[in-house]
C-alpha cells in the first residue's frame, strides 16, 4: 500500500501545472463576506429566504436541497480524493463498489454551470472531458507538517496543507479568493453540544456530547487570518468563533423540515441506496 501511495504521489506531481489555472481566483472577492454552507442538520430549521444576500460557498450534498435557489451559491467544493470514478473503494465494506455518490455530484457539475466547482486533483480523468467550470485543488500529505511546512499555507495554486473535509476545503479557498469574513451555516461539528445528522438525513438532528477537540483545533488553525462567525441552534455555542443561534441571525427559527419537504423522491431513493451501500449515512 506505501508503494501505491509513493507512485500516486509522483504520478499527480507531474500534473501540478494544472493547479496553476486557481491563480485567476486570487484575491477576486477581496475583503468581501461570504457564506460557507455545510451539510449539518440545523440547515433544516433555517429559513434561506431570511438570509442576509452574500455569495455561497457550499458542499458536497448541498445542492440537492430545493431551497438553495434562495441562496447565490458561487463556489462548491466536493471533497475525498477519486470520488468521481464509476467505482470506489467503500472501506466500510472493505471492496471496491459502484459508486453512487459520483451520481450527483457529476450532475451539479452538468446542471449548475454557472458555479464554479473545486474536487481534488485525483478526479482529473473521472470525466471524458473536463467542463469550464471545473477545477481543482491538490493538498500535501499530513506528514510534510512535521518539518515545519506554514500550518496556514492556502494557496491553492499549489499543493496546500491536509484538508480533511468539507470546511478545511471551504475555508482555504476563501481566504485564498480574499474573503475576510465569512458566516458559516450548516457546520454543527463547532457547536456544544455537538448537533449529529446531515441536512439530507432521514433520522432528525439529535445532540451527542463527545470528544471533538481534535477537529475544533484543526478548524482554529486553518481559520487564522479570517473573521468566522458560526449559526448555531438555539441553545449551543461555539468555543472557538463568534457565534450566533438561527433565531438571533435570522429573525426567527423556522418550522422544521423533513429531507422529503426539500429533497425530491428520486435523490432520496439514490441517497438510501448509497446508504445501504455503505457510501454515506441516512
Known amino acids: 500500500m506505501k508503494i501505491v501511495r509513493f507512485i500516486a504521489k509522483l504520478f499527480w506531481k507531474l500534473h501540478s501545472d494544472i493547479l496553476l489555472r486557481n491563480n485567476s481566483f486570487k484575491n477576486i472577492h477581496k475583503d468581501e463576506k461570504c457564506y460557507l454552507i455545510g451539510n449539518g442538520a440545523s440547515l433544516k430549521y433555517i429559513d434561506y429566504t431570511l438570509l442576509p444576500k452574500f455569495k455561497a460557498i457550499g458542499t458536497t450534498y448541498l445542492l440537492l436541497d430545493t431551497r438553495t435557489k434562495y441562496l447565490d451559491i458561487a463556489y462548491y467544493i466536493i471533497p475525498d480524493t477519486y470520488i468521481y470514478y464509476k467505482y470506489c473503494y467503500t472501506p466500510r465494506l472493505k471492496k471496491f463498489t459502484k459508486n453512487y455518490k459520483a451520481i450527483f455530484f457529476k450532475e451539479f457539475i452538468k446542471k449548475y454551470k454557472k458555479i464554479n466547482f473545486f474536487v481534488h486533483l485525483s478526479n482529473y480523468y473521472a470525466l471524458f472531458q473536463n467542463p469550464n467550470n471545473l477545477n481543482f485543488y491538490y493538498d500535501a500529505e499530513s506528514k510534510n507538517l512535521k518539518k515545519g511546512i506554514d500550518k496556514n499555507l492556502y494557496d491553492i495554486t499549489c499543493p496546500v496543507q491536509p484538508l480533511y473535509g468539507s470546511l478545511d ?14 458566516i458559516l451555516l450548516g457546520c454543527d461539528y463547532l457547536g456544544d453540544p455537538v448537533l449529529q445528522g446531515h441536512l439530507y438525513s432521514n433520522s432528525e438532528p439529535f445532540i451527542e456530547n463527545g470528544d471533538n477537540l481534535e477537529y475544533i483545533d484543526r478548524i482554529k488553525e486553518i481559520a487564522k487570518n479570517i473573521d468566522v462567525t458560526v449559526i448555531l441552534p438555539e441553545n449551543t455555542k461555539c468555543n472557538i468563533f463568534r457565534y450566533k443561534s438561527i433565531k438571533e441571525y435570522t429573525g426567527k427559527v423556522s418550522n422544521y423540515r423533513k429531507n422529503s419537504d426539500f429533497i425530491s423522491k428520486e435523490n432520496i431513493d439514490l441517497l438510501n441506496l448509497a446508504s445501504r451501500n455503505k457510501q454515506l449515512f441516512m
Open 169 to 182: 476545503i471551504m475555508l482555504n479557498i476563501a481566504k485564498f479568493m480574499g474573503f475576510k469574513e465569512v
